[in-house]
């Protein structure tokens, strides 16, 4: 069992608290906290589920910080919310099925990919609206199935999910930025609470870890809020590019 010192408490509620701030601005905050918490040496499984049920309270953060924008889009928070509940339920059932050995391959695979999918979001949204027949429509059939996508992507892995709802929303849903962003908060709070239930029941939760974590991201969720009214996203999509490919590259070697 690992025991979390000062200096681990200090890494880990750091880390907590600039990836959830970074979830609210656009996602990929797990790019800093999951390779924090696989510093520390938690295995890669375990550090996953973890991390899922740690950054938790950022998403309630971010949500509650876009209350204001969240008013009126209840029936695309309906519908599109059951679709990602229902790919999150997937995911989470095929990452606890997945032996710890398989998931410790594969994920260096899937940082690089996140990292790839974070750096094109400009041009896989320009040529999603492009391709889109009915733009607007929250019942679209391509926006539910890439929302059920994103949400059992989120409960498998997660980094990058903020990026691809964004993406997929804005695609599909003609809005301001801000209301589609907050309803990207409000539905990966969605997806990543369905899969921490599964995963407290059923994963390897460490549950010290997330005692830090908790507080630390509940922070960074409203303060995620503010900055993404301000900061240049572009700039912090090239530093998390950039991060996520340095973490794959690691994890490969």
Known sequence: MIHLDASGIVLLAAASVLAAAINGVAGGGSFLSFPALLALGYPALSANVTNTVGLLTGYVGNSLGYRDELRGQAPRITVLGVVGALGAAAGAVLLIITSPALFRGIIPWVVLASSAMLGLQPLLGGWISR????????????????????????????????????????????????????????????INAVAALYFVFLGAV?????AVMVPAALAGGFAGTALSRRLDVGVLRVAMVAFGIAVGVRLLV
């Open 131 to 190: 391709s889109r027949v009915t733009p607007g429509d929250h019942r679209s059939p391509l926006l539910i199935a890439g929302l059920f996508g994103g949400g059992l992507y989120g409960a498998f892995f997660g980094a990058g999910l903020g990026v691809m709802l964004l993406a997929v929303l804005g695609s599909f849903i003609d809005d301001t930025l801000q209301r589609i962003n907050a309803l990207k908060a409000l539905l990966s709070l969605l």
């Open 206 to 210: 460490v549950w010290g870890a997330v």
